[in-house]
Nanobody
């Protein structure tokens, strides 16, 4: 399984970006998916996750109300709509997927995801 993330870029504070992550195999209802991010010198941190069906989503407190995760299983694609961007959102953003956990579980830690994309850089200038 391969994940290809895209959509990162340079944006001013208050701006918006939309990240996409295309999965090489049909996501259907197989994979729970998430976004993580890692800034230079910092640990990788959870940003958002979405259930297999897309009916449940979870957010880190730092992005709640500004970011929206969604998925289109017909297109095997995961999205992250980011609004009201702040300089502290600057990081490499990684999409992740897992097919092993129970159908009702949505992991929120990086160690629970088996597949990872290559990362896309988001830089927010002040």
């Amino acid at each position: 399984v391969q994940l290809q993330a895209s959509g990162g870029g340079l944006v001013q504070a208050g701006g918006s970006l939309r990240l996409s992550c295309v999965v090489s195999q049909p996501t259907g209802s197989i994979y729970v998916m998430a976004w993580f991010r890692q800034a230079p010198g910092k640990e990788r941190e959870f940003v958002s996750a979405i259930s297999r069906s897309g009916s449940k989503s979870y957010y880190a407190d730092s992005v709640k109300g500004r970011f929206t995760i969604s998925r289109d299983n017909a297109k095997n694609t995961l999205y992250l709509e980011m609004n009201g961007l702040k300089p502290e959102d600057t990081a490499s953003y990684y999409c992740a997927a897992d097919s092993r956990v129970s159908y009702t579980i949505v992991p929120l830690t990086s160690g629970q995801y088996e597949y990872w994309g290559q990362g896309t850089q988001v830089t927010v200038s002040s």
